[in-house]
Structure formats: C-alpha cells, structure tokens
C-alpha cells in the first residue's frame, strides 16, 4: 500500500556530486523520520542519515560534512546531496520510512527498492 520511489543515483567520480531523491507514496496517514541506508558488497546495511519530521538530523561518521538529508514534508520526500563521494561510498541506497497508515495503527518501516551509486575513475 505504501510505496518508496528512488532517484538519481548513478556513477560519479571520486569528487563528485549526487542527489537522491525518494518520494513515499500510498495510504499515508503519516510519516515520522524518514531516512538513507546503504549496503556495499560483502557488508551489512548501515544507516547513513536519518531526519525527523521536525528536522532533526542524524549522521554516520562517515559522511558527516559531506552528505546532507533533507526533506519536504507536503512531498513526502526525503532527499540525500552527497558531495565530496569517495569509492567507499559505493552501495545500493535504501530510503526508508516510518509510515502511519491510520492513527490507530503503530508506524511500520517502509523500504525503497534501493539505487545503486558507483564511485570510480
């Protein structure tokens, strides 16, 4: 019933710039934080930033002062610009989301199809 929808990810240099997008969509009644996870090859998934719906916002080392999330509220879409991209960056990126779909009902996690993001020369 509810569904993820990424965006842009693809191959980039060391250096360079991406932006992912992920739009929710379906029987949303609402959305608390939504946020980014990663897998690379031969690892486990990790978070890589989360955001509240009030703003508040969460990074791995890793990518603090490279990466930021935000998000639109009235779009239900959660964004990731990550600059500076280094190899180890390389994964498939998994949006998530913690989704209401009625006021009665406890939120259930939400997972996109995931995008994969290629850092090489």
């Known amino acids: 019933q509810v569904q993820l929808v990424e965006s842009g990810g693809g191959l980039v240099q060391p250096g360079g710039s991406l932006r992912l997008s992920c739009a929710a969509s379906?029987?949303?009644?609402?959305?608390?934080?939504m946020g980014w996870y990663r897998q690379a090859p031969g690892k486990e998934r990790e978070l890589v930033a989360v955001?509240?719906?009030?703003?508040?916002?969460n990074y791995a080392d890793s990518v603090k002062g490279r990466f930021t999330i935000s998000r639109d509220n009235a779009k239900n879409t959660v964004y990731l610009q990550m600059n500076s991209l280094k190899p180890e960056d390389t994964a498939v990126y998994y949006c998530?989301?913690?989704?209401?779909?009625?006021?009665?009902?406890?939120?259930?996690?939400?997972w996109g199809q995931g995008t994969q993001v290629t850092v090489s020369s």
């Open positions: 998530n989301a913690d989704v209401s779909v009625s006021v009665r009902v406890r939120a259930h996690y939400y």
């Open positions: 379906g029987s949303i009644f609402s959305i608390n934080a």
């Open positions: 955001i509240t719906s009030g703003g508040s916002t």
